[in-house]
């Protein structure tokens, strides 16, 4: 089967996804597939990013870097395929922080980066760099150049990201978020260029938590706003099959804020930011309810298993865009 299938017969312009981790790297994979090369421009939330052993590390932007360049952990979903551990095992010998995985090979792109960043480069600098090193055609780059810290208020308190997600095992019972840093930071420039383009095709809100993936991204000064004057279409691809998060802690987190565990409270949470949704077969009895919000549905196969998936995913979704678009 031929996986570099023509992106339709789209016109060019730029093709916006919005992504977290795991979840959004699958379709920017697939979307990655589709002939777009430098037209794909892939804008990765920096909420889960901190300081750690005197690294800056980037979660959800290394989890995207590393699955377009097919270096990932296919089972894990973040870090690198082939990974050793020999430093963890050290640094746990010797009574080192060490909640936090950073595998030998991961620990290059830290370091690499912390220094860089030291040197006074920027971090869509440093991820040029990067990407381009690893051969990614598609522009990846940060939501920011400037920190943006996700913190989740919990019923124990406030918690950064990674704390509460990796140290604490997501846990504590969620009650709401805070993005520290958020109202003074600019969206990065070539996201802001892309907004901006006439020739803008689409925004495509991968399917993500809806929360501390995609709301950092969103909540960018501006960037909703510019979201709604664009004439291309919005369509967000559901993170909640059946009830349940894909991966990840979205449904867990929707039951504690008191909202319904559903594709269609997700449809609810963007709400008139949307044209479109895609939502799942298993949840196609709430299709109705969507178009009922003024949100064009489009039910499919989200669950991507298979490359073959991402990629039939991502023309399904251009297909959509194509469709909505002005
Ligand atoms: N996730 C985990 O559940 N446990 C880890 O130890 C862990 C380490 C890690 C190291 C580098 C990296 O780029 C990602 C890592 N992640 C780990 C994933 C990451 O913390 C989360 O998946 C995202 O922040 C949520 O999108």
Redesign the pocket.
């Known amino acids: 089967m031929a996986l570099n299938s023509q992106a339709d017969d789209l016109l060019p312009g730029p093709v916006i996804a919005l992504s977290?981790?795991?979840g959004g790297a699958k379709l920017a994979l697939g979307l990655s597939r589709l002939d777009l090369d430098a037209d794909l421009l892939v804008v990765a939330n920096v909420g889960?990013d901190f300081e750690h052993l005197g690294l800056t590390?980037?979660?959800?932007l290394?989890?995207v870097t590393y699955t377009l360049a097919g270096l990932s952990d296919q089972e894990k979903?973040?870090?690198r395929a082939d990974e050793g551990w020999r430093f963890m095992a050290a640094l746990d010998q010797l009574g080192g922080e060490s909640w936090?995985?950073?595998g030998d090979s991961?620990l290059a792109l830290h370091t690499l980066r912390t220094g860089l960043l030291a040197e006074g480069k920027s971090l869509t600098q440093v991820t040029r760099a990067i990407t381009l090193k690893l051969g990614i055609a598609a522009r990846v780059v940060p939501m920011s150049d400037d920190p943006v810290r996700t913190m989740v208020q919990t019923s124990n308190g406030a918690l950064a990201?990674?704390h509460y997600?990796?140290r604490d095992r997501c846990e504590p019972v969620v009650t709401g978020f805070v993005f520290d840093g958020i109202a003074g930071a600019r969206p990065q420039a070539d996201f802001l260029a892309a907004l901006a383009d006439p020739d803008l095709r689409a925004i495509i809100i991968t399917p993500s938590?809806p929360f501390v993936?995609i709301d950092p991204i969103l909540d960018l000064p501006g960037v909703r706003a510019a979201a709604r004057a664009t004439p291309a279409p919005v369509i967000a691809v559901s993170p909640i099959v059946a009830g349940q998060a894909i991966k990840?802690p979205a449904a867990k987190m929707m039951a504690e804020l008191g909202m319904p565990s559903s594709a269609l409270a997700v449809a609810e949470h963007y709400g008139d930011l949307l044209d479109g949704f895609v939502l799942d077969h298993g949840d196609q009895d709430q299709a109705d309810a969507v178009a009922g919000l003024g949100i064009h549905p489009l039910v499919t196969g989200t669950v991507m298993v298979s490359l073959a998936d991402r990629v039939r995913l991502a023309q399904e979704v251009l297909a959509l865009a194509r469709q909505l678009g002005p």
Do not use: K, M
Request: aromatic share 16%; net charge negative; proline share 4%.
């Open positions: 977290g981790g795991v889960d590390i980037c979660p959800d290394d989890t979903g973040w870090g936090f995985n950073l991961d990201f990674q997600f990796v938590n993936s990840g």
